[in-house]
């Protein structure tokens, strides 16, 4: 019997601090935003058996038979892409940046494919978007999105299906009314490069 969504929640929390993947003090999310929590899914993902048990909760969510193909931003979504793709049997692919857009450079989305967009992380949804936006131009299908943890907090309405394992509410701010910088704290910016729009 699967736990109730918020022990479910709550004990995946507890994995990313144990792992030490949940970080406290005043970080520059890849977003731009800022925020006294970081998750740090890669201190996750160097663990195989780990990385596999979260990808198949969220494979399990999805249909075998709906998915042609998973993709995932570079690089948060790469380890993740390949294990939902090994889990549901499907191919996997990813999108990396070239200057400011994301844009596939190894592979092709044929016309009609139904993909499934994943990612460790979403705060803004920026990329995630991106990516939809990047399948549709190329004919493609976008069946949903799959996430480890979602800390929008239900603040983006999005047009196509959303499964997380956790829905965190961490306050994010932007730099101009951040509490922290305001306190004249150091910032640190421990994911992937500013994306510059």
């Known amino acids: 019997m699967d ?15 144990e792992k030490e993947a949940l970080l406290e003090g005043h970080f520059e999310l890849a977003s731009g935003k800022h925020s006294a929590f ?3 899914c890669a201190r996750l993902l160097q663990y195989p058996d780990i990385a596999h048990s979260l990808c198949q909760r969220l494979a399990l969510r999805f249909s075998a038979k709906e998915v042609d193909g998973v993709m995932g931003p570079a690089m948060g979504g790469i380890i993740i892409a390949y294990e939902m793709g ?6 996997a692919i990813y999108a990396e940046r ?8 190894r592979f092709e989305i044929k016309k009609g494919e ?3 967009l ?3 992380v979403v705060t803004t949804g920026g990329s995630i978007l991106e990516l939809a936006h990047l399948c549709e131009n190329l004919g493609a299908h976008v069946l949903g999105f799959a996430t480890w943890v979602d800390r929008t907090g239900g603040k983006i309405e999005w047009p196509f299906r959303l499964e997380a394992l956790i829905h965190a509410d961490f306050p994010t701010y932007d730099r101009s ?6 306190e004249g704290k150091p910032v640190t910016k421990p994911g992937s490069q500013r994306i510059k729009k």
């Open 3 to 17: 736990m109730p969504q918020q022990t479910a929640s709550q004990a995946l929390l507890k994995l990313f601090k």
């Open 38 to 40: 970081y998750l740090q």
């Open 98 to 105: 070239k200057e400011a857009a994301l844009e596939l450079r």
């Open 86 to 91: 090994r889990i549901l049997g499907k191919r």
């Open 177 to 182: 009314k951040c509490p922290l910088c305001q």
């Open 118 to 120: 994943v990612e460790d």
């Open 114 to 116: 139904r993909i499934l």
